[in-house]
């Protein structure tokens, strides 16, 4: 009896001791690295709306990378974000090094949006932030796959995903400019 009672003590004091932290739902938790192997801390993005896409140099939707600048040339600021993750998962359609992707996103398309280093975004070695992304027991919203290059994940200023948009989805998609110009 005077153990259950120390018990319930704890747990009256302690709600979160037996709680999940509601931040472990969140974009919030992860540290990556940029395309210059510098540490970027997504807890950095509190209060903006994130677009994190996976990208790949050598594919049949590279051109996106041009209206993912326009786009973040026009919304980013204080309240948008763009973060591309290259990733070599689709035909080895991103085989160059960081170095390399860098280059390349710079002299082809003046990207200025943050890139952050080579992952993978599915299979064994998926990265964890797409296992954040793709499955609802983390992200507390919905399952996913990666179905391509230039999947985008929509995540809102409280770091909680808000949608995921198909690959084959313009940047610049009325429904995309809809999501970041509302007070969601």
């Not at 704890?10 to 037996?18: D, L, N, V, Y």
């Not at 200025?112 to 070695?125: C, H, L, Q, R």
């Not at 996913?144 to 949608?163: C, E, H, M, T």
Request: glycine share 6%.
């Amino acid at each position: 009896m005077r153990l259950t009672l120390i018990i319930l003590a704890f747990m009256m004091t302690s709600p979160t001791a037996f709680s999940q932290d509601k931040s472990d739902n969140t974009i919030f938790q992860f540290t990556v690295k940029n395309i210059e192997g510098v540490d970027f801390d997504f807890s950095s993005l509190k209060g903006k709306k994130i677009m994190i896409v996976n990208t790949a140099s050598k594919c049949g939707l590279t051109p996106q990378y041009k209206k993912l600048q326009a786009l973040y040339d026009k919304y980013g600021n204080d309240d948008f974000i763009i973060v591309g993750f290259p990733a070599n998962n689709f035909l080895r359609q991103e085989p160059g090094s960081d170095e390399e992707i860098a280059a390349f996103c710079e002299s082809n398309y003046g990207v200025t949006f943050p890139m952050m280093s080579k992952i993978s975004v599915k299979g064994k070695d998926m990265h964890p932030v797409y296992e954040f992304l793709t499955q609802e027991v983390k992200n507390g919203v919905v399952n996913s796959s990666v179905s391509w290059n230039f999947q985008k994940y929509l995540i809102n200023p409280d770091g909680r995903l808000a949608r995921v948009v198909s690959p084959r989805t313009q940047p610049d998609d009325p429904s995309v400019i809809s999501w970041i110009e509302s007070n969601e």
